[in-house]
């Protein structure tokens, strides 16, 4: 059998009996171990000679190459497909094959990849053993540089390796020797080729470059177990340099130095946000503080102290802080001596109701606020300024007399630089005229007496210069301190002497303050307009109020967008002791709140939630419970009777003197309970608040918008409109007592005892009484007693004295009586008539 006979064919065999391209079939070998068979073509290479000369002799075949590192083994020869195998059991023995094959390759694989890389190792030893002769070398030459001049270069120098490349190369298809497989950490611009990239270079390729067809797999480079293997990846290079890279660099590195932070740590903290801004691991400050003996986990909350001993041990600075460092305290900022300048002085009026305080500040200002006032009295602070004839500036603080105003003239004497006392020459002292003496002494401020209405018959300044003495207030007249002036609003008499005597009040008070700085302000009233929205009207302190500035006043925030005067004119800026409106609140402040401009909005956000939070905590926080103190709160809570309201006034003032008026009526059985309180007009929150609870709704000067007025008729809300401060306590006082019901009081008519009982019908049992005081009626409520022991609480049903029916029974004489509603009597009990008399309550 010939050899073509053993050779597969493509497609089908050739007719010529001479072949000159044969097939052949050859095995691939993946590097993820897979396998793949593929029928190539053998092509026999032709000789031609020089005519006339006799056939030459085929060239010597090349000297064998140097036994590689890892010779391919021979392919262990197929096992003959045994008779009668089905197909089945064919694929299935292919399949093992295929495997062991695989299998087989793998392991090659590996181990050739293993021995490159202790070649490569080695490699890179003895090119750095070479480095470092080299370098020595060449310093040796660099120090006879000057006395001789440079040596020719040696192959084992550096310099040598690229003529050492070629010689190699040149010498690479005479020998066929592969030179060695090079390798280096760094990457040069451009890799040179190695000398075995041309191991395969054909002798007639005169170019010495790659062959056109070597793209071709032949049976030759099939066959070439050495040229088919698995070369190492770009990446797996990279990697390689890289893990270099970081072992060189990691050999040569020096310990970090240990960076000392500042450390802001709060009252309490977690001690993940600890680790944090110490930039540690969590886990060790969990550590250190089980070493102190504290078992605790990485969210729980620590104290300051705790935190202090953590950052100390981890070697940083502690920065103490707490809560309260976020809030503005304006007593920590005092200004410099050299920046304050005169301003002018703060006078607030105070004194009784009717007394003549809003007529007197009308006097001097030349204006009619009486005649706008609901009642003719003053609800409201006013807050003025007026210019005299001299040009000096004084600022008025009008303050409400009515009783229910306390807090009102107390926040006016809190503000203010001087007072007037305003009396009537007609009236005298009254409760209000003494409550604003003692608002004075506690504010520590200087008093003026001014006695007014000195246009009227009555009027007698002695009267009032004595009873003044009983309050400790001595004026010049009596050779006492406090200045005093007769004035009548009406005839504009004694008006220059109060204003001479104020302006030298002021001088000796010698009254200054810094414009050039952020403004503080006091709240002096706050309302909520339809239109402007959230008002307030603040005095300044010092610094100038401009347009624009960003403010935190009391739990709200904002920035300035509009100022008014007491005249209604907008102005850009408003300096120390002038009274403005503010447009531009977030909210509707509190009276006496400090207004405070601040640097930004984050800050001024920042403050006004801290103190919000604040005000929540202090607002819900609870006394601690006890069994006692649970039971007594029940008990008082099923025996007090509440009386539930819905206040909303103009200004935030009138709502705090409502409340507290409404507070004051409260006593033991039956008490108001404040729902809700604001300012501003009604609004369909109150009225379901006001439904839903059964409560009425009060008005202070203000009105229902459209929707509420409609929700209101409606729910038949009962609603009530109020302009007057005493007419709505005296309103709310009436209603109270109904609610409360009639008050009940005994009064005992007589008593009796039981001598004996006799039955009386067949359920009934009638009582024989010997009358011992008073009387008895029939139809009186009574009671049965017992040693002293009530019981039962009844009715006499039937009274007869021997049969006959008789309405009354005196002292001393004897008779029968049937109770209704009870037959427990015995003889010897007591029995104690008493009638009932019902009164109206008042409050």
Same mark, same amino acid.
């Given at each position: ?59 010597? =075949?090349?000297?064998?190459? +140097? &036994? *590689?590192?890892?010779?391919? #083994?021979?392919?262990? @020869? !197929?096992?003959?497909? $045994? %008779? ?88 690479? =298809?005479?020998?066929?020797? +592969? &030179? *060695?497989?090079?390798?280096? #950490?760094?990457?040069? @611009? !451009?890799?040179?080729? $190695? %000398? ?110 705790? %935190? ?536």
């Amino acid at each position: 059998m010939s050899d073509s006979e053993n050779k597969p064919t493509l497609g089908r065999k050739p007719l010529g009996l001479k072949k000159s391209v044969e097939a052949g079939q050859v095995q691939q070998t993946f590097s993820h171990g897979r396998t793949n068979k593929v029928v190539v073509e053998v092509k026999r290479r032709k000789l031609i000679g020089k005519p006339g000369v006799a056939e030459a002799a085929p060239p010597p =075949p090349p000297p064998p190459p +140097p &036994a *590689p590192a890892a010779p391919a #083994p021979k392919p262990a @020869p !197929k096992p003959s497909a $045994p %008779a009668g195998e089905t197909p089945q059991e064919r694929v299935a023995r292919l399949q093992r094959e295929a495997e062991e094959a695989r299998l087989a390759v793998l392991a090659e694989q590996t181990e050739r990849e293993a021995e490159e890389r202790l070649r490569a190792q080695e490699e890179e030893r003895r090119r750095a053993e070479e480095n470092r002769k080299a370098e020595a070398e060449a310093a040796a030459q660099a120090e006879q540089a000057a006395a001789a001049p440079a040596p020719t270069p040696t192959p084992d120098e550096p310099a040598a390796e690229q003529p050492a490349a070629e010689a190699s190369e040149e010498a690479a =298809p005479r020998t066929g020797a +592969p &030179a *060695p497989r090079r390798f280096t #950490p760094v990457a040069p @611009p !451009k890799r040179p080729e $190695p %000398a075995a990239a041309k191991k395969n270079v054909h002798p007639r390729d005169k170019s010495g470059g790659e062959r056109r067809h070597a793209g071709k797999l032949t049976v030759s480079k099939a066959l070439n177990e050495d040229e088919g293997a698995r070369a190492r990846s770009l990446a797996a290079l990279k990697r390689a340099r890289e893990k270099e890279r970081r072992a060189h660099f990691a050999g040569q590195s020096q310990p970090r130095e240990k960076q000392v932070r500042d450390v802001v740590v709060p009252e309490a903290i977690t001690v993940q946000e600890l680790a944090n801004r110490m930039a540690e691991k969590g886990g060790d400050l969990v550590k250190a503080l089980f070493k102190m003996g504290m078992v605790v986990t990485i969210n729980q909350t620590i104290d300051q102290d705790t %935190a202090e001993l953590l950052v100390e041990e981890f070697g940083h600075n502690i920065t103490r802080v707490s809560e309260s460092d976020v809030d503005i305290v304006a007593s920590d900022d005092v200004d410099a001596e050299d920046t304050l300048k005169p301003r002018p002085p703060v006078v607030t009026i105070m004194g009784h109701v009717d007394h003549g305080k809003t007529s007197l500040l009308d006097a001097l200002r030349g204006t009619d606020v009486v005649r706008s006032e609901a009642g003719g009295i003053t609800q409201h602070i006013g807050a003025y300024q007026i210019k005299t004839k001299g040009g000096d500036l004084i600022t008025f603080l009008d303050t409400p007399g009515h009783e229910a105003f306390t807090e009102m003239r107390q926040r006016g004497a809190n503000v203010t630089d001087i007072v007037i006392l305003v009396v009537a020459g007609d009236d005298g002292l009254m409760p209000q005229t003494i409550e604003a003496i003692n608002h004075t002494k506690a504010a520590g401020v200087p008093m003026i007496v001014a006695i007014t209405k000195s246009d009227k018959p009555e009027f007698n300044p002695q009267k009032i210069r004595e009873r003044l003495l009983e309050h400790e207030v001595i004026v010049e007249a009596m050779s006492g301190d406090v200045q005093d002036v007769e004035v009548s609003a009406k005839t504009g008499a004694g008006l220059d002497q109060l204003i001479e005597k104020i302006l030298l009040q002021a001088e000796l008070l010698e009254l200054k303050a810094n414009p050039d700085r952020a403004a503080e302000a006091t709240v002096i009233e706050a309302k909520l307009d339809k239109g402007k929205g959230p008002l307030a009207t603040v005095l300044i302190n010092r610094g100038t109020l401009k347009v624009g500035d960003i403010l935190v006043v009391g739990t709200h925030s904002g920035r300035v967008r509009a100022m008014l005067d007491d005249k209604g004119r907008q102005i850009k800026a408003a300096p120390p002791a002038l009274p403005v409106e503010v447009l531009g609140l977030g909210g509707v402040p509190m009276a006496g709140d400090t207004l405070t401009v601040v640097e930004s909005e984050a800050r001024a956000r920042e403050v006004a939630a801290f103190r919000q939070e604040r005000a929540t905590a202090k607002r819900t926080t609870q006394a601690p419970a006890s069994l006692d103190t649970m039971f007594s709160a029940l008990s008082a809570k099923q025996n007090v009777i509440e009386y539930p309201v819905v206040i909303r006034s103009d200004v935030q003032g009138s709502t705090e003197a409502i409340v507290n008026a409404l507070n004051k009526l409260s006593n033991d059985e039956i008490k108001v309970k404040v729902l809700q309180s604001g300012v501003g007009a009604i609004t369909e929150s109150d009225v379901t608040l006001a439904q839903a609870s059964g409560a009425p709704i009060i008005g202070f000067n203000v009105r229902p918008n459209a929707k509420a007025r409609e929700l209101i008729e409606r729910q038949k809300v009962h609603l009530k409109y109020f302009d007057v401060i005493y007419h709505l306590t005296d309103e709310v006082a009436k209603e109270m007592a109904g609610i409360w019901g009639p008050e009940r009081i005994e009064n005992v008519v007589g008593r009796a005892e039981v001598k004996e009982v006799f039955p009386a019908g067949k359920r009934d049992k009638a009582a024989g009484l010997l009358v011992l005081e008073g009387g008895i009626k029939k139809g009186l409520f009574a009671r049965l007693t017992r040693d002293d022991v009530i019981v039962s609480k009844t009715t006499i049903a039937s009274l007869r004295r021997f049969k006959d029916d008789v309405p009354e029974v005196r002292a001393g004489l004897e008779c029968g009586v049937v109770l209704a509603d009870t037959n427990d009597i015995k003889p010897g009990d007591h029995l104690e008539v008493f009638e009932v008399e019902e009164r109206e309550r008042t409050l």
